[in-house]
């Protein structure tokens, strides 16, 4: 049975998606789906699989492959969870069935749960850092994501201990530099986003202390300082604190693996995209169980 899915910052709801999944088996398989190696070779044979981890990692996309499997029509069972610490060598899930079955999902198994396990690996580094300074700061991800494979991304990264943020342009409002270059008063903009969709949580993108003043005065939920230094980012929130003390401060842009942590002290939030942009996919394969 698949678990509910994990929540965005914005409280979307990531459940594994069958179709989705369904549509990744397509894009391997063709429609009708035909194998031109496997099918003439195997009629009624079965057989027993295992997917194995060739390097320590976070795993993510368990629930995925367990999808995947039952849709080409072979069983299998999870024997660790997502967001599970694991070494190499790691048993993750054990498959039986027809052999034409578990050879048509192999290779769309093992290509969701490598890039998945990546993202959530890296994830968890970053947010293993970031705790160490500040354990109430969330490292987050971005829409800098792969066409087609955000979902798996944004629970992979939740996977990892982090957080998906919002899922698109539709779930949360923010304003950033080129809607303010694009013309238009940010005070005003602010306004009418309010106005529009009162329900919707409004975040502002600043490079200025004038600009993060005229956020914090407005009220949003909260601020991304972008394309500053740790510094700045402190200086930029102790100015929003002195208006608005509950708004929340991200930091964001030009930010690494490697100097996340350099901002945990100032801001509650720090998103970077190289969660997703950079995570390396994870050795993962496919090995058959005599």
Same mark, same amino acid.
């Given at each position: ?45 079965? !057989? #027993?699989?295992? +997917?194995?981890?060739?390097? @320590? ?6 629930? %995925?492959?367990? =999808? $995947? ?19 190499? !060598? #790691?048993?993750? +899930?054990?498959?039986?069935? @027809? ?6 999902? %192999?290779?769309? =198994? $093992? ?180």
């Amino acid at each position: 049975m698949v678990a509910r899915g994990p929540q965005t910052s914005t409280g979307i709801v990531l459940d594994v998606d069958p179709a989705l999944l369904r549509s990744y088996l397509d894009e391997d398989l063709g429609d009708p789906w035909l194998d031109v190696t496997t099918d003439p070779v195997f009629s009624e044979q079965t !057989g #027993a699989a295992a +997917v194995v981890t060739r390097e @320590p990692c976070v795993v993510s996309g368990i629930e %995925e492959a367990l =999808v $995947l499997f039952q849709l080409v029509g072979a069983e299998a069972t999870a024997l660790v969870r997502d967001g599970d610490e694991v070494p190499a !060598g #790691a048993r993750l +899930v054990d498959v039986q069935g @027809p052999v034409r079955a578990l050879l048509r999902g %192999e290779r769309t =198994v $093992l290509n969701v749960m490598a890039r998945m396990s990546g993202v959530a690996t890296l994830t968890r580094r970053v947010q293993t850092e970031l705790a160490k300074v500040q354990p109430t700061v969330k490292v987050a991800a971005t829409r800098k994501t792969t066409p087609g494979f955000r979902l798996c991304e944004k629970r992979a990264v939740w996977h990892g201990g982090g957080d998906p943020h919002r899922f698109g342009l539709w779930d949360q409002a923010l304003i950033k530099d080129n809607h303010r270059s694009a013309g238009g008063d940010l005070a005003e903009t602010i306004r009418r986003i309010r106005a529009a969709h009162p329900d919707v949580p409004l975040e502002v993108e600043v490079e200025t202390e004038e600009e993060a003043a005229i956020a914090a005065r407005e009220g949003v939920a909260m601020i991304l300082v972008d394309n500053q230094g740790p510094a700045t980012v402190g200086r930029f929130a102790e100015i929003v604190h002195a208006i608005a003390p509950e708004v929340r401060i991200e930091a964001s842009g030009g930010i690494t693996p490697e100097n996340a942590a350099d901002y945990a002290p100032y801001a509650d939030r720090v998103s970077l995209g190289a969660l997703t942009r950079w995570a390396r996919s994870v050795d993962i394969g496919l090995d058959w169980v005599d």
